[in-house]
């Protein structure tokens, strides 16, 4: 199947996929939960810093500042990496990851009853994909590979965290269980 852009996980787009892909992309709840089901998960940091956005985080996290708060993390089973993070912040949402450390984003995003889930898009990077190259190599050795992805905008509906935004990308690294037959 050819999505080489992100679609809407919707009715039509889920019966085209294969079970196993399916069943970790469109994971509604934390995938950090579904993750320790399969074994001692690991979160390593791999930056948290001010970095220019792509344009299609920009128009989709609707901010005009040039730099975001941006967290890149990954997230092992048993030693081995499954996915590659990246979470996009705005400003206002600036608070929520702040003492966050090596916790999981999903221990807010599920805990939180004023965060909500706006979409989930899904889509096959290649090896041109801007988000695959922040990838390091270690983790993604053969970046001639097409590697699923989702992306989920959450907001907040808290009159306190008026305009919180955070875009949420999930890259599913080759030894997730996602590519096994």
């Known amino acids: ?3 080489d852009n992100w679609q809407n996980a919707d009715n039509e787009l889920v019966g ?3 079970y196993k892909v399916a069943e970790w992309l469109l994971e509604y709840g934390s995938l950090t939960e579904k993750l320790k089901r ?3 998960i690991e979160i390593e940091v791999l930056n948290q810093e001010l970095t220019d956005l792509t344009k299609s985080e920009k128009k989709l996290i609707e901010s005009s500042d040039k730099q975001l ?4 993390v990954v997230l092992s089973v048993e030693g081995r990496p499954w996915v590659f993070a990246r979470t996009v912040l705005n400003q206002a949402s600036e608070g929520l990851i702040q003492s966050l450390g090596n916790k999981p984003l999903g221990s ?3 805990s939180d009853q004023n965060l909500q889930r706006q979409f989930l898009k899904i889509r096959k990077l290649n090896k041109q ?3 695959l190259q922040r990838i390091p190599d270690n983790l993604a050795d053969s970046k001639n590979e097409k590697l699923w992805a989702r992306r989920s905008l959450w907001e907040s509906k808290a009159k306190s965290n008026d305009n919180a935004r955070m875009l949420v ?4 690294l080759p030894d997730s269980p996602l590519y096994q037959k």
């Open 169 to 172: 990308t999930e890259v599913f």
């Open 129 to 131: 994909s801007n988000l």
């Open 1 to 3: 199947m050819n999505i």
């Open 108 to 110: 807010i995003l599920f």
């Open 38 to 40: 399969n074994g001692l």
């Open 69 to 72: 708060i941006t967290r890149e």
């Open 16 to 18: 085209k996929l294969n």
